[in-house]
């Protein structure tokens, strides 16, 4: 299962960091994913990074949001700086894993005021 944590209220400008702990029987992750989902539309993917390190961003969080990973505690992280308006969104981890295949966290809610 995935534990997300992190979200919150912040201002436009700020920052958020985001955290994802994978446990139980997820054993061989190949690669953890950051959705956003805003209501009425459908979840998009805003970050993912793969067991050696490629990453890939949408164009809408380049420059800004940094995804990293420790693979040894089988944890994700979204450093998300000068966040907008627009960035407002649940955000869902995921996870691929050779065994269990895709797994989804419960969701954290990122609000940005502006």
């Known amino acids: 299962q995935l534990v997300e944590s992190g979200g919150g209220l912040v201002q436009a400008g700020g920052s958020l960091r985001l955290s994802c702990a994978a446990s139980g029987s997820l054993f061989n992750i190949n690669v953890m994913e950051w959705y956003g989902q805003v209501p009425g539309k459908q979840r998009e993917l805003v970050a993912g990074i793969t067991s050696g390190g490629t990453t890939t961003y949408a164009d809408s969080v380049k420059g800004r949001f940094t995804i990293s990973r420790d693979s040894a505690k089988n944890t994700v992280f979204l450093q998300m700086n000068s966040l907008k308006p627009e960035d407002t969104a649940v955000y869902y981890c995921?996870?691929?894993?050779?065994?269990?295949?895709?797994?989804w966290g419960q969701g954290t809610l990122v609000t940005v005021s502006s």
């Open positions: 995921s996870a691929i894993d050779v065994v269990s295949g895709r797994v």
